[in-house]
């Protein structure tokens, strides 16, 4: 057998190898996530707010009344926004994540602290 069989054999092989694990990654990682894996900083965030306990004082049901959204819609809202990690502030204790609905008009900025998270302030953007 000659190099050149070899060779386009093994490359056969490795295409094949390639295109398996391809189809397993997408699988396990990317299948049902329009937004990206459950591993990436966004998705984890709104996981966290999501599984959190909302902690409805004043100050936090005025700042929803603000943009007009209640607190039974805001688990709605949190999954369908996006995380603006340039905005947040995710090192200091208790972290604070700013977000941002789809058509980028209305920010939300939350201080998540162990399992409660409460809203600090609410913005029009545009």
């Known amino acids: 057998m000659s190099w050149k069989k070899g060779f386009g054999r093994r490359l056969k092989l490795y295409g094949i190898g390639l295109g398996l694990g391809s189809i397993l990654a997408w699988a396990l990682v990317w299948r049902n996530h329009t937004d990206g894996p459950a591993m990436w900083p966004s998705a984890k965030i709104r996981e966290s707010i999501r599984n959190g306990v909302f902690l409805a004082d004043s100050a936090s049901l005025t700042q929803l009344q603000q943009v007009g959204l209640k607190p039974e ?10 995380v603006q990690i340039s905005k947040s502030e995710p090192q200091r204790s208790p972290r604070i994540y700013f977000l941002e609905n789809q058509s980028g008009t209305v920010g939300i900025r939350v201080e998540i602290q162990d399992s409660t998270y409460r809203i600090l302030s609410t913005e029009f953007l545009n």
């Open 73 to 82: 819609q805001l688990s709605a809202w949190v999954d369908s926004c996006n």
